[in-house]
């Protein structure tokens, strides 16, 4: 059986009987001063203009990588319009090392937002925003891809999220427990404002980008995070940024398995 259909039996199972208590305690660090947020600049909010926030990376002096869902509205499920988003590169304590509005927001071509198994869609669930004007590395480097991580591997979280969302959080204590076509199973802290969030796996001293959260939701008794796995996916959306092959998505939500975070 494929280990994302173990994931929806264990999620119904325990939305059914209530919470139940993660084995490993969360072990969050608040880079909440100039020198704990140093060479993390790149890791900002996106803000969408009244309909909440997600994270995202900047992944080049113009472009933002993040999760697709961030950009639909969870009442209506239409698309956000891209003038309404913002990133906010290393937002910290009311402010941020640069601040740039959408250009554009370009969507991965497969993503859809709708369907009985919401989990599916974490395999595509990536979205690259370009901004309205680069941002100088010299301030904010961005940061690159790595390779794909194996089952067991350590990756670190830098995130925003509810009740912390003036100052990303940094959780070293994560692992890759799982798995699936383009779906990293991990056991990283998420909660609503994460989306979007970078995980990263260091080579040689130099974190790169791994994965993408796309979900919450709970796994073999504890609390887990989905994550689009890198990098084809985001290959894929960039050559749509490329040749502007998206296509629009105004569908609504319908309810399912994993809570997107």
């Not at 959080?169 to 383009?182: A, I, N």
């Not at 995070?225 to 629009?248: D, I, M, N, S």
Request: glycine share 8%; net charge neutral; with cysteine.
């Amino acid at each position: 059986m494929r280990l994302i259909a173990l994931l929806i039996v264990s999620i119904w199972v325990y939305v059914a009987v209530g919470p139940v208590n993660s084995t490993d305690a969360a072990s969050l660090t608040t880079l909440d001063t100039a020198d704990r947020s140093r060479g993390w600049e790149g890791v900002g909010r996106v803000n969408l203009d009244g309909a909440g926030f997600c994270t995202g990376t900047l992944i080049s002096p113009e472009l933002v990588l993040t999760a697709a869902h961030c950009m639909y509205d969870r009442q209506s499920g239409d698309r956000i319009a891209d003038s309404r988003v913002a990133f906010l590169a290393g937002w910290r304590n009311g402010e941020a090392a640069a601040q740039r509005r959408a250009r554009q927001v370009v969507i991965h071509p497969d993503y859809v937002y709708a369907g009985h198994n919401r989990i599916d869609r974490a395999a595509r669930d990536l979205a690259v925003i370009q901004l309205d004007r680069p941002i100088a590395a010299e301030g904010v480097p961005p940061f690159s891809a790595g390779r794909a991580p194996e089952i067991g591997d350590s990756v670190e979280l830098v995130s925003y999220a509810m009740n912390r969302d003036n100052a990303l959080s940094l959780e070293k204590q994560c692992h890759v427990l799982g798995k699936d076509p383009g779906v990293l199973v991990l056991s990283c802290d998420v909660d609503f404002g994460s989306s979007g969030a970078p995980v990263f796996i260091e080579t040689d001293g130099t974190p790169r980008i791994v994965s993408v959260v796309s979900a919450k939701a709970r796994w073999r008794e504890r609390k887990v995070a989905l994550g689009t796995a890198l990098p084809e996916p985001l290959q894929e959306v960039l050559r749509a940024l490329e040749t502007k092959a998206t296509r629009p998505q105004n569908v609504r939500p319908v309810s399912g398995t994993a809570q997107e975070p």
